[in-house]
Every structure is written in C-alpha cells, then in structure tokens.
C-alpha cells in the first residue's frame, strides 16, 4: 500500500517523515547500524518533505493490518543481538513477517496452493536464515528480552514461528 503512493520509499523513509512532520518536532533520533542508513536518513530529512492527508490515511491502514495480523511487530533494529546463541532473531522474524505481509501465510492445510506455498516458505527459511540460527534453537535464556526497543515477547514469538515451521515440515493437518 505504502509503495501504491510513494513507490521508492523506504519504511524507514516512511517513519522519519511521520516523525518530523508534526509542526514542533525539532530532532528526531534514529536507530542506524550501517553507512547506508547514514545516507537514507540524510536523504529523506534533506529538505524534509512532510506527510500530506493520503499518506497519513494510507499510514493508518497499514497499521491496522498489522495490529490485526500475525506481524510480530518487529523492526529489524537488531538491538537483541547478538545471541549468544547464534540465533538472528530479527532474520527470522523478517522472514515470517514477509509470509505475513505478502498473504502466504498458511492458515490451513486446505488452503489454495499448499503444497507449493509450503515449500516455499521453508526453503525460504533455510535460505534466509541458516539452520543453527532458527527460531528451534531457541534456550529461552530471556537475555534478548531487556534489549528489545518494542518490548517484544520474542520467547513467546519464536515458539510461535517454530510451531508453524514444524507443522510445515510434518505436512500436518492444521
């Protein structure tokens, strides 16, 4: 929806104009890992173009989809880590949310296309984030917990995530 009205926007771009646009926001604080964030960040604020009437309207959309989804409200800021464990925590919940985002997110065995939508969210799984680091080797040690900006019930979440993951591998009926 958001690439319907400005289709080579960023979330992130998306988010910095939602924050700067309100009359007296004088500074906005950004999470930035990398060089490329840097640059985004200076882009989008450089002039600051803010939000119009639509922009906002389609941002109240997208936000009641995804309060009323199965998006783990994660934003990939990567604060969790590392895991001690070796688990990519925001990998993983990047690959669910992307199922989630994108309709393909099984909610039944009958459902159109299975087999095919099955194999695809596993393989891409496996792509996208190597065995060792998937939600199943999860210890619930909780030392990711504090870490999290959005006070994400990650355990919880990663339970979710592998629950659906072997259910796919097990073909089984759901």
């Known amino acids: 929806m958001m690439r319907e009205v400005r289709p080579g926007d960023t979330a992130a771009q998306w988010a910095f104009r939602y924050a700067g646009t309100p009359e007296h926001v004088l500074t906005v604080l950004t999470g930035m ?8 960040n200076i882009v989008t604020y450089s002039p600051l173009e803010p939000l119009n009437e639509r922009e906002y309207e389609t941002l109240e959309q997208v936000t009641k989809i995804l309060v009323d989804s199965d998006y783990i409200q994660c934003t990939t800021c990567q604060y969790c880590m590392p895991c001690k464990y070796g688990l990519d925590i925001p990998g993983i919940f990047a690959h669910y ?22 194999k695809e969210f596993l393989i891409g799984y496996d792509r996208s984030v190597p065995k060792l680091r998937q939600a199943a080797r999860c210890t619930e040690c909780e030392e990711c917990l504090p870490k999290c900006p959005q006070s994400i019930p990650i355990i919880d979440e990663m339970r979710r995530v592998d629950a659906y993951v072997e259910l796919l591998k097990q073909k089984a009926q759901f």
Do not use: F
């Not at 990398?34 to 985004?40: A, D, I, L």
């Open 33 to 40: 890992v990398y060089m490329e964030h840097v640059q985004e």
């Open 97 to 118: 949310n992307n199922c989630v985002s994108a309709n393909r997110l099984l909610k039944s065995s009958n459902d159109e296309n299975y087999k095919k939508a099955r």
